[in-house]
């Protein structure tokens, strides 16, 4: 199963673009990347998912690697309500979904 | 926002008495998950199902277990409560199986076993 790697924790100011790195350099070539977030102890978020493509909803973009070992997802103007933990996550085996200890995004005034 | 409804929000029960969380969907999607969450753990997958009465175990399932009677409600039962399993439990559903399936989590059930 292909697991990822994000860092720990991340700050961003008000404003700016948050730019989220994910590396998932065992993604197979059926499995698309998955970005969550949680707000305080909400429940988790569905943000984006890709496979190969960048993709841009209107809440965020995701940027994948040619070779696909490594994402970004980029929220364009951060705010403070965006300060969450933020989960990337490569789908395995069809029906399971796993997540792993995300980034800690803290947006600052 | 999906329609999913988790049922109590919050229930205090004693070490050894049975409990059963409700997950309850509007949405009619085929897949249902319960995941548990602790400091330290993140979010982890107890059980989840595929179908009416088609189910299959997570990473942490020892101590619980689902039904799946009907396509929205899915119900996860600790057979007897043990302290360890004071945590927050969040259901969440997905329309399609597979990769393409992006999933809805519900706002979470806080359980405490005293």
């Known amino acids: 199963d292909a697991k990822t790697t994000q860092p720990t924790s991340m700050d961003c100011a008000e404003g700016r673009a948050a730019n989220l790195p994910c590396n998932h350099s065992?993604?197979?070539?059926?499995?698309?990347v998955y970005w969550y977030r949680q707000i305080h102890s909400q429940g988790p978020q569905y943000i984006i998912h890709?496979?190969?493509n960048n993709e841009t909803n209107e809440m965020a973009s995701l940027i994948i690697t040619e070779d696909r070992k490594s994402s970004t997802l980029i929220l364009p103007h951060a705010t403070l309500r965006d300060t969450a933990v933020y989960y990337c996550i490569v789908r395995v085996r069809g029906n399971d979904m796993r997540f792993g200890a995300g980034t800690r995004l803290t947006v600052k005034p | 926002d999906a329609g999913i409804t988790q049922s109590p929000r919050h229930k205090v029960t004693e070490t050894g008495t049975p409990v059963t969380l409700r997950c309850h969907q509007t949405?009619?999607?085929?897949?249902m998950y319960w995941y548990r969450q602790d400091p330290g753990h993140g979010l982890r997958l107890i059980h989840y199902?595929?179908?009416?009465?088609?189910?299959d175990k997570g990473e942490v399932s020892d101590g619980y277990s689902v039904s799946r009677s009907k396509t929205e409600d899915f119900l996860l039962t600790l057979e007897s409560a043990t302290s360890s399993q004071t945590s927050v439990y969040f259901c969440?559903?997905?329309?399609?199986?597979?990769?393409?399936?992006?999933?809805?989590f519900g706002q979470g059930t806080r359980l405490t076993v005293v």
């Open positions: 890709g496979l190969k």
């Open positions: 949405e009619n999607h085929r897949y």
């Open positions: 065992t993604i197979s070539g059926n499995e698309y």
């Open positions: 969440a559903i997905s329309e399609r199986q597979g990769a393409e399936g992006r999933a809805f």
């Open positions: 199902s595929y179908g009416v009465k088609d189910t």
